[in-house]
């Protein structure tokens, strides 16, 4: 398997097989001479930014804390959840108890429904 | 049954992408300005284009994955970035122009200027995609689209010299103004080849959950969306050729173009010209508002669908939302539209290279395609479009440069 060519960037399914973002970035962890492994993947703006360069990503961040405080931070899901890679990533979570809706759901409150037809 | 209604999502995408304001202008300036000479280039972007429009249906069929979602999985973050901001100015200007088209559709019914309609047209195509469902808007303009087909019966009603017609299906080199020639033969292929119709037919497959069994009507509908498109667009050229090369009438306004079909029907044919401008660039534009929208959703993960209530969608249902009024605003400003219309479809054939290229790796990466990838044929065909973009892209802006004026 490939990292970048086989995870990085793809999509992310949950245990419903809802679609729930991209792979916007990996964590790597290494211990001691072990050759690094991969302990989970993020899912998240902040992360995306950060890959588009230095700049791009501290501008982010900085515009995430004044808007957002910490419901922003990139969402983890660890390696060990993941259930197969093929063009998509499964993972064994449920999209709808994780954060990576925040945004979505921020703006589904504050913004849509207040435009008619905007209501559930 | 239901896939004859399938066959409609082909004929739409014929209709929005060929008959909108930069295919009726641009083929309306080539009739006036080269009589017959410049037929070859509608057929060459009607061929590509279909060629290029079955790739990304079956690409979607067949992987689940729209071409944005590849561009952002297969090539990654920085090139999808670059060709996500490419592509959005790109369909920003497209949008403005479209916009512009029904807002001049208006004012010629109305007599009112057509930078009032602006901002109403906006919000009617707004809220037709707030409300409205996937099928709704594709069904709704494929069936209303058919009254462009007013100007192949208008071609074939002034008896059209069949000889020139058909030597000017053959490419030749200009006879006079080799620059304007050149400029509007590329405007021609930026107008028919529009890059964001791939990214909205690969959408709808998957809006429209298609799968392996739908690879024949994918042929069909490809097929006979652009040949309906590029014969309309032809019978455009042909009337403009007829109606205004001998009394050698330049096109400089959208104004002049009802000329084309009361030529053939008398005062019938204003409201047929007016009908046919107004729909087809109001179904063009919303076609572009969801492409944007989608282009943003599909490579950066969001959730997206035309047919999931905003609140579901928030993210994908406000770019919309922010980006109609904001291709309203030319328009609304009274930027000149024909203009817009030239440099808009000339910097469509210059972005061509950021789509084409990528869908000759896609169509022969077997993740994504399995045994339904290109063969030999496909993959000569669509090297050879990606060339023909990548020249295109180079010797636009000196064209525009050139030839525009």
């Given at each position: 398997?490939?990292?970048?060519?086989?995870?990085?960037?793809?999509?992310?399914?949950?245990?419903?097989?809802?679609?729930?973002?991209?792979?916007?970035?990996?964590?790597?962890?290494?211990?001691?001479?072990?050759?690094?492994?991969?302990?989970?993947?993020?899912?998240?703006?902040?992360?995306?930014?950060?890959?588009?360069?230095r700049?791009v990503?501290?501008?982010?961040?900085?515009?995430a804390?004044r808007?957002?405080?910490?419901?922003?931070?990139?969402?983890?899901?660890?390696?060990?959840?993941?259930?197969?890679?093929?063009?998509?990533i499964?993972?064994?979570?449920?999209a709808?108890?994780?954060?990576?809706?925040?945004?979505?759901?921020?703006?589904?409150?504050?913004?849509?429904?207040?435009?008619?037809?905007?209501?559930? | 049954?239901?896939?004859m209604l399938?066959?409609?999502?082909?004929?739409?995408?014929?209709?929005?992408?060929?008959?909108?304001?930069?295919?009726?202008?641009?083929?309306?300036?080539?009739?006036?300005?080269?009589?017959?000479?410049?037929?070859?280039?509608?057929?060459?972007?009607?061929?590509?284009?279909?060629?290029?429009?079955?790739?990304?249906?079956?690409?979607?069929?067949?992987?689940k994955?729209?071409?944005?979602?590849?561009l952002?999985?297969?090539?990654?973050?920085r090139f999808?970035?670059?060709?996500?901001?490419?592509m959005?100015?790109?369909?920003?200007?497209?949008?403005?122009?479209?916009?512009?088209?029904?807002?001049?559709?208006?004012?010629?019914?109305?007599?009112?200027s057509?930078r009032?309609?602006?901002?109403?047209?906006?919000?009617?195509?707004?809220?037709?995609?707030?409300?409205?469902?996937?099928?709704?808007?594709?069904?709704?303009?494929?069936?209303?689209?058919?009254?462009?087909?007013?100007?192949?019966?208008?071609?074939?009603?002034?008896?059209?010299?069949?000889?020139?017609?058909v030597?000017?299906?053959?490419?030749?080199?200009p006879?006079?103004?080799?620059?304007?020639?050149?400029?509007?033969?590329v405007?021609?292929?930026?107008?028919?080849?529009s890059?964001?119709?791939?990214?909205?037919?690969?959408?709808?497959?998957v809006?429209?959950?298609?799968d392996?069994?739908?690879?024949?009507?994918?042929?069909?509908?490809?097929?006979?969306?652009?040949?309906?498109?590029?014969?309309?667009?032809?019978?455009?050229?042909?009337?403009a050729?007829?109606?205004?090369?001998?009394?050698?009438?330049?096109?400089?306004?959208?104004?002049?173009?009802?000329?084309?079909?009361?030529?053939?029907?008398?005062?019938?044919?204003?409201?047929?010209?007016?009908?046919?401008?107004?729909?087809?660039?109001?179904?063009?534009?919303?076609?572009?508002?969801?492409?944007?929208?989608y282009?943003?959703?599909?490579?950066?993960?969001?959730?997206?669908?035309?047919?999931?209530?905003p609140?579901?969608d928030?993210?994908?249902?406000?770019?919309?939302?922010?980006?109609?009024?904001?291709?309203?605003?030319?328009?609304?400003?009274?930027?000149?539209?024909?203009?817009?219309?030239?440099?808009?479809?000339?910097?469509?054939?210059a972005?061509?290279?950021?789509?084409?290229?990528?869908?000759?790796i896609?169509?022969?990466?077997?993740?994504?395609?399995?045994?339904?990838?290109?063969?030999?044929?496909?993959n000569?065909?669509?090297?050879?479009?990606?060339?023909?973009?990548?020249?295109?892209?180079?010797?636009?802006?000196p064209?525009?440069?050139?030839g525009?004026?």
């Open positions: 398997m490939l990292l970048v060519l086989d995870v990085l960037d793809k999509q992310l399914t949950d245990r419903h097989g809802v679609r729930m973002g991209k792979a916007d970035g990996l964590v790597m962890l290494q211990e001691g001479d072990a050759p690094p492994r991969v302990v989970c993947i993020e899912v998240g703006s902040l992360t995306l930014a950060r890959r588009l360069g700049h990503g501290r501008w982010a961040a900085r515009l804390r808007w957002g405080g910490d419901r922003t931070q990139s969402y983890r899901i660890p390696w060990t959840l993941v259930r197969g890679i093929t063009l998509e499964a993972v064994d979570v449920d709808e108890e994780t954060r990576v809706n925040v945004v979505e759901d921020w703006l589904r409150i504050h913004v849509v429904a207040h435009i008619p037809g905007g209501r559930l | 049954m239901k896939r399938e066959v409609a999502l082909g004929i739409v995408t014929g209709i929005g992408g060929f008959l909108e304001a930069g295919s009726l202008a641009t083929a309306a300036q080539a009739g006036s300005e080269f009589r017959f000479d410049l037929i070859w280039a509608v057929i060459v972007g009607a061929v590509c284009l279909a060629f290029l429009v079955e790739m990304a249906g079956r690409l979607s069929a067949i992987s994955h729209t071409i944005p979602d590849a952002r999985e297969r090539f990654g973050i999808f970035v670059v060709s996500l901001i490419i959005e100015l790109v369909m920003f200007l497209v949008m403005a122009t479209e916009l512009g088209g029904v807002a001049i559709a208006l004012e010629l019914a109305s007599g009112v057509y009032w309609w602006a901002l109403p047209v906006g919000f009617l195509a707004w809220i037709l995609l707030w409300k409205g469902t996937f099928g709704l808007i594709e069904k709704g303009v494929s069936v209303l689209g058919l009254v462009t087909l007013a100007f192949v019966v208008g071609a074939i009603h002034l008896h059209p010299p069949m000889a020139d017609v030597r000017g299906a053959l490419p030749r080199p006879a006079h103004d080799p620059a304007r020639y050149w400029f509007l033969a405007s021609i292929l930026g107008a028919s080849i890059p964001y119709l791939f990214a909205f037919y690969s959408a709808g497959a809006e429209d959950k298609w392996v069994s739908h690879l024949t009507i994918n042929r069909i509908t490809a097929g006979l969306g652009m040949g309906f498109g590029g014969i309309v667009a032809i019978g455009a050229l042909i009337v050729a007829i109606v205004f090369h001998p009394l050698d009438i330049q096109v400089d306004s959208f104004m002049q173009l009802p000329l084309l079909l009361t030529g053939a029907f008398g005062r019938v044919g204003f409201v047929l010209f007016v009908a046919s401008l107004g729909i087809a660039c109001f179904g063009a534009a919303q076609e572009i508002a969801l492409t944007a929208a282009m943003l959703a599909q490579g950066l993960g969001w959730r997206w669908s035309e047919n999931l209530p609140a579901v928030a993210r994908f249902s406000l770019s919309y939302t922010v980006l109609i009024p904001l291709a309203a605003i030319p328009a609304a400003a009274g930027v000149d539209i024909l203009k817009l219309t030239n440099i808009s479809m000339v910097l469509s054939a972005s061509l290279p950021v789509i084409v290229a990528p869908l000759l896609l169509m022969n990466d077997r993740r994504y395609v399995r045994d339904y990838g290109n063969g030999w044929f496909s000569t065909v669509v090297a050879l479009i990606t060339a023909l973009a990548f020249v295109l892209a180079i010797v636009s802006f064209l525009l440069v050139k525009g004026g």
